[in-house]
C-alpha cells in the first residue's frame, strides 16, 4: 500500500502498481483507510469508566494514570489466591502484524503468567486438515492461476474476500478455463463465474468424495502419481466407490448429472485449481471437508502442474521466528483457552477449562463483543462487575464499551510492521507514514511501558520494533533466504525465497510424516477418526439432530459483507451505507411460506438467541439457507443485536474451531 503524505497529513492510499498481486488496486474496505484514520471517532486519549458498565461513558485521563492503574489491578490479580492465570489475553485479526500482533504482547503474558489464548477464531480446522493431507497449510500459488485450464472457486467469496485473486482467474478465463462456484449463496462472486453449484452447506467432504468416485471410475486418476506420491490410494478408492453420484447428491443436494459433470471435467483437465477458503470450515465437519478436498489433486496429479492444485493458504511457507519474537519460553506452563469459547470462559467458575474464574482480559487487535460465537454469553460475561477489562483499540466498539479502561492505538499508518501473506508469496514491511493520531501508541510500545509499570526487567521487553523485525527475519528457513530488512526497506515487499510459481508439491516432497499426500492417515486414527477422508454432517442436520432442524428449518450464514473487513469499517459511514442496514437474504420459497416479502423486519432466532434484519428476498440463495452479510456492530443496529447472537461455542472435529455456519434458525415476522 502506497501512502501520500502532505504537511504529515496522509491524503491518499493506493496499491502499489508494481507489486505482483496487488497490482495498484485496493479491496473496498482499505481504499477507505484515510477516512477511517482521521475519523471524528478516533480515539485520541486513554479513557476511564465512569458510568456503568457497558454505558460506553468514559473520562480522559493521562497514560501515566492509565498505566499505573492497569498495572497495579493485573498485580493484585497475579498475587491473589486466584493467580496470574486469572488472566486472559483476547487478540486475533485486528493486525496480523508480527510486532503489532504476535511480539511484546505474547512476552508480556509469558513473563506475566496470563493464561493462554488458542487462537482459534477463523482458520485452525481447516489448517489442520491441510496439515493431515499435504503436511503443511501450504498450497497452489495464485501466480500459477493464469496457467490452469479449470478453476474451481469452492466455498469463498473471492471477489470480497480476496479480490487480488480474480486477476489471476480472469487470465485463466482468457484462455479459456470454466470457473465454477461451489456456495450455497449466489454471491456476486458466483454471479460472475461460469456456472454456479449452490450445495447444501456442510456437505463438501461428500462431494468431494463424489468426485473421487467418478474420477477412479472413468479412470481419470494420474496412476503414476498415486503410486509414488501418495499413501493408501487403494483404500481411498474403495471408500470413493461408496460414494454413488446417488449418494451424493442425496447428501449435498446438488444433481446427480451435476456432479458427474463436474468430476469429469475436472478429471479432465490437466491443472484444476481449487481455491477453498475458510467459509468452508466453519461445520462440525469443517477439518475433515478441507482434507477430503485436498486429496483431489494427488488422485488427477495436477500438483504436477503451474494453475494445479488446492490452496487454502500460502501462510506456512513464513517461516518466521516466531518462537523468538513471542518468547513462550520467559514463563510458566499454563492453561490455555479457547477464543471461541470466551463466552463460558468469562461465565463458568473454572473458566470452563479448570482453574480460576478469568478475573482481568486485555483486548487488542480484536472486537469480541461482536465477533465471538454465542453473543450473548460473552456479553453476560463481559457484564459482570468484578471483571477488570482493559481495551486496546481505535475506536469506541461493542467490546471497549464494557472496558474499564481503553487505550488509543496507532493504525497501520503510523506504525512499524512486519507482514506474512496467505494468498501469496511476499514478506511486506509496514512503515509508519504519519506520527500517531492524538496520543496512540502502538501495541508494542504498550506492552512494553506496562511492563515496566510491573517492574518486569527481562531485557526482551526492551526490544524496539525495529530489533523486532530483524528477529523475526532472523530464521534458519531457507524460504526466507534474502529476505532482508535492508531489502524491505528499499522496496517495501520482498518474494520469499521459492520459484514463480511455486509448486510445492509436484515432485511430492509432503511434508507429512510419510512424506507422502496421506490419503490414509495413522494421525487422524490417533485423534479417533476414521483415517480415511469421510463425511461429518454438521451438528445442526438432519442426520445429527432432526428435532431441532424441525424447529429450526433455516441454515443461517453470516458470512462478512463486502464492504466490512470483519467488524472492521462497520462504523465508516460510506462502507456501511453500502451495506444498508442488518440484513437477511431468503429464497423466495422460504419468504413466502412465513409471509415475508422484501423489505419488511424479521426476527431471526433460536435457542440461543435473536436479531432482527431487514428481509431480502431473492433465487440467489439455496433453499432452506439464509444469508446474514455480517459483522454489524450491535450498537449500530436497531436492536443492539448482531448474527452472533444465534451462533454457537461448539467446535470443529479438527483444530478446536467454530462453526458459525453450522446454524439452524427460524426467520418471522418481527
Ligand atoms: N471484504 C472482506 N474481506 C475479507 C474479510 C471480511 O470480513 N470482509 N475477512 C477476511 C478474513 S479474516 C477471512 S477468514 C476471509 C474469509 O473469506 P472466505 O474464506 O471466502 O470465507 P467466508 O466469506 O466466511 O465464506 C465464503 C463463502 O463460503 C460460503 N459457505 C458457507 N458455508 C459453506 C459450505 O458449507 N460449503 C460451501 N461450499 N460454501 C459455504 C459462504 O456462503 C460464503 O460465500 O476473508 C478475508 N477477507
Ligand atoms: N458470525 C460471524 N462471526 C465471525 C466471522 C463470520 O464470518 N461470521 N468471521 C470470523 C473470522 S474469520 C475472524 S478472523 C474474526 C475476526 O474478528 P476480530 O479479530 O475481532 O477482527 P475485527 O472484527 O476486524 O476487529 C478487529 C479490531 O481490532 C482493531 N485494530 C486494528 N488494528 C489494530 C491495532 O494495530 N491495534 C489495536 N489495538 N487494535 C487494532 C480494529 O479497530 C477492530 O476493532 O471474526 C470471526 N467472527
Ligand atoms: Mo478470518
Known amino acids: 500500500m502506497l501512502v501520500t503524505v502532505e504537511n504529515g497529513r496522509a491524503i491518499r492510499v493506493a496499491g502499489d502498481p508494481d507489486h505482483p498481486v496487488t497490482k495498484g488496486f485496493l479491496c473496498a474496505k482499505v481504499n477507505r483507510y ?50 496470574p492465570e486469572a488472566i486472559l489475553p483476547y487478540s486475533y485479526a485486528g493486525t496480523m502484524g508480527l510486532v503489532q500482533g504476535s511480539s511484546m504482547d505474547h512476552r508480556f503474558f509469558h513473563l506475566l503468567g496470563a493464561s493462554k489464548l488458542d487462537r482459534t477464531i477463523c482458520a485452525m480446522a481447516g489448517t489442520v486438515g491441510m496439515r493431515m493431507t499435504v503436511g503443511a497449510n501450504v498450497g497452489a500459488d495464485s501466480e500459477g492461476v493464469p496457467d490452469s485450464d479449470f478453476v474451481l472457486l469452492w466455498g469463498t467469496n473471492t471477489l470480497t474476500a480476496n479480490p487480488h485473486l480474480w486477476p489471476f482467474i480472469l487470465q485463466a478465463r482468457a484462455r479459456g478455463a470454466p470457473i465454477i462456484c461451489i456456495d450455497p449463496i449466489r454471491t456476486r462472486t458466483a454471479m460472475q463465474c461460469d456456472e454456479w453449484l449452490p450445495i447444501r452447506p456442510g456437505t463438501d467432504a461428500a462431494l468431494a468424495l463424489g468426485m473421487m468416485h467418478v474420477l477412479f471410475a472413468l479412470g481419470l486418476e494420474d496412476r503414476d502419481y498415486l503410486e509414488r506420491h501418495t499413501i493408501g490410494h487403494e483404500s481411498m478408492r474403495e471408500r470413493a466407490a461408496e460414494w454413488t453420484p446417488a449418494r451424493t447428491a442425496a447428501v449435498t443436494g446438488l444433481s446427480e448429472e451435476v456432479i458427474t459433470s463436474l ?42 502442474r503451474a494453475g494445479g492444485g ?50 482481568a482480559m486485555i483486548v487488542y487487535n480484536s472486537n469480541p463483543a461482536a465477533v465471538a460465537p454465542d453473543r450473548n454469553a460473552v456479553l453476560r460475561g463481559m457484564a459482570r462487575e468484578d471483571l477488570f477489562t482493559v481495551v486496546l483499540e481505535h475506536f469506541q466498539t461493542d467490546t471497549a464499551d464494557w472496558a474499564d479502561i481503553v487505550l488509543p492505538a496507532t493504525t497501520q499508518l503510523e506504525h512499524w510492521d512486519i507482514h506474512f501473506a496467505y494468498g501469496h508469496h511476499y514478506v511486506t514491511l509496514n512503515r509508519p507514514a504519519i506520527a500517531p493520531v492524538g496520543e496512540a501508541r502502538p501495541n508494542s510500545e504498550i506492552f512494553r511501558l506496562l511492563a515496566a509499570r510491573m517492574g518486569m526487567t527481562d531485557p526482551a521487553m526492551r526490544d524496539d520494533d525495529l530489533t523486532l523485525i530483524r528477529q523475526a527475519l532472523a530464521s534458519q528457513s531457507p524460504k526466507l533466504e534474502g529476505v532482508t530488512f535492508d531489502a524491505l526497506l528499499e522496496h517495501g515487499w520482498t518474494r520469499l525465497n521459492v520459484p514463480t510459481p511455486f509448486l510445492p508439491y509436484a515432485a511430492g516432497d509432503f511434508p507429512t510424516p510419510s512424506g507422502k499426500c496421506e490419503f490414509f492417515s495413522e494421525r487422524m486414527e490417533a485423534l479417533g477418526f476414521d483415517p480415511l477422508p469421510t463425511y461429518i454432517p454438521p451438528y445442526e442436520s438432519p442426520e445429527r439432530d432432526p428435532a431441532l432442524v424441525a424447529r429450526y428449518p433455516l441454515t443461517l450464514i453470516s458470512s462478512p459483507a463486502h464492504t466490512f473487513l470483519n467488524s472492521t469499517f462497520v462504523n465508516i459511514t460510506s462502507l456501511r451505507r453500502q451495506a444498508h442496514e442488518p440484513e437477511v437474504l431468503l429464497h423466495p420459497a422460504d419468504a413466502e411460506r412465513r409471509g415475508i416479502s422484501a423489505g419488511m423486519m424479521v426476527t431471526v432466532r433460536n435457542d440461543r438467541g435473536a436479531f432482527v434484519a431487514k428481509a431480502r428476498v431473492e433465487a440467489g440463495i439455496r433453499e432452506g439457507v439464509a444469508w446474514a452479510p455480517s459483522i454489524w456492530w450491535g450498537k449500530l443496529a436497531d436492536d443492539g443485536a448482531n448474527a452472533n447472537q444465534t451462533t454457537s461455542q461448539r467446535i470443529t472435529d479438527l483444530g478446536n474451531g467454530p462453526v458459525f455456519y453450522d446454524n439452524q434458525v427460524e426467520v418471522e415476522l418481527r
Open 34 to 83: 484515510v477516512e477511517r484514520t482521521y475519523h471524528d471517532d478516533r480515539l485520541t486519549t486513554p479513557m476511564r469508566r465512569i458510568g456503568p458498565k457497558g454505558s460506553g461513558k468514559f473520562q480522559a485521563i493521562t497514560w501515566d494514570a492509565a498505566l499505573d492503574e492497569i498495572a497495579n489491578r493485573l498485580g493484585d490479580i497475579a498475587r491473589s489466591s486466584d493467580g
Open 263 to 304: 468430476a469429469t471435467r475436472f478429471g479432465q483437465a490437466k491443472a484444476a485449481f481449487i481455491r477453498v477458503n475458510y467459509g468452508l470450515q466453519r461445520h462440525a465437519g469443517g477439518g475433515m471437508a478441507v482434507r477430503t478436498i485436498a486429496c483431489l489433486p494427488a488422485v488427477t496429479g495436477h500438483w504436477r
Open 310 to 359: 488446492v490452496q487454502l493458504s500460502t501462510s506456512a511457507n513464513f517461516q518466521f521466528n516466531r518462537a523468538v519474537l513471542e518468547r513462550a519460553d520467559l514463563g510458566p506452563r499454563t492453561r490455555t483457552i479457547n477464543m471461541i469459547r470466551l463466552g463460558d470462559a468469562l461465565t463458568l467458575p473454572d473458566a470452563g477449562v479448570g482453574g480460576p474464574p478469568v478475573k
